[in-house]
């Protein structure tokens, strides 16, 4: 592999890791962990989310020196397993093991792609997301038990369709946001409001079930016309985020794809790591 392409991998594992870090410092979040609280989580802290992300980022580098050996995908598919595994022994959760899968299939369909150009991109991501479940062995995970339960896609239908709620969704309201208002935190606090809109979230179905996810679709639409009407969003978040503690109700989901989404944004240089 030539320099330029293993370099364009590598800013893109950055950018990943970055997006995380700024998912996580995104605040206020309903039923999540950021700088105020732990949300919906008590076995969760500000500090063991930066040492997950820590040990995604070398996950991520660990990605990317495979890709780089051209070693086959089921290598890279151990890499992810080994770090999912190590993230619960050592943080006791699985924090972020959407994260590592969502991150790491676009980096590796990155590198298939030889390209970032968005179409190439996605058809690449939407052939190996089919390779990887014709082959993959259902896992009874509480995603699982939900997309099994509910009759609901899921990460599953987001990875095949290659992430619509990433390229259709997010994006657009974040650039369009921007570009009226010029407010990288309002633009934010769009995107997350589009993703709770859009988003089958099976940790949202896992702990309030339909009426959960409902619930949080509402709350998305509602938050996007306060964004809209110009209103005091951050308000209604911090309201939220009490009303989601009391409920157990979380969108872990919706946090992961805003990680790729801070992500891809960073690495387009749309935005930069420290907003």
């Known amino acids: 592999m030539n320099s330029s392409r293993r370099s364009e991998l590598e800013r893109l594992a950055a950018a990943l890791a970055a997006g995380a870090m700024l998912e996580l410092r995104l605040t206020p979040k309903p039923g999540l962990v950021d700088l105020l609280d732990n949300g919906s989580h008590p076995d969760l802290s500000l500090p063991i989310m930066e040492r997950s992300i820590g040990m995604v980022a070398v996950y991520l580098e660990e990605i990317v020196a495979s890709l780089c050996a051209e070693e086959p995908f089921a290598r890279q598919q151990e890499i992810a397993l080994q770090t999912e595994h190590r993230l619960d022994a050592q943080l006791g959760t699985n ?22 150009d968005e179409g190439a991109l996605r058809k690449s991501l939407s052939a190996i997301s089919r390779a990887f479940f014709d082959a993959a062995q259902k896992r009874d995970t509480h995603g699982e038990q939900a997309r099994r339960q509910f009759h609901t896609g899921g990460i599953v239908r987001e990875a095949l369709d290659a992430y619509p709620s990433l390229f259709e969704d997010a994006l657009p309201v974040f650039r369009q946001v921007m570009k009226q208002r010029a407010c990288v935190s309002t633009a934010s606090f769009a995107m997350m409001a589009r993703l709770m809109q859009t988003i089958d979230d099976t ?15 509402r709350d998305g639409r509602a938050l996007e016309r306060i964004i809209a009407e110009d209103g005091d969003c951050v308000a209604f978040l911090e309201q939220l985020n009490q009303d989601y503690k009391d409920l157990k109700l979380t969108i872990g989901g919706v946090a992961d794809m805003l990680g790729v989404a801070f992500a891809w944004l960073i690495f387009g240089s749309e935005m930069t790591p420290d907003e």
């Open 95 to 116: 924090t972020h093991k959407g994260y590592i899968f969502l991150s790491g299939m676009l980096l590796i369909a990155r590198h298939h792609a030889g390209t970032s």
């Open 203 to 217: 940790t949202t179905l896992h702990r309030g079930g339909m009426e959960g996810l409902e619930r949080v679709r």
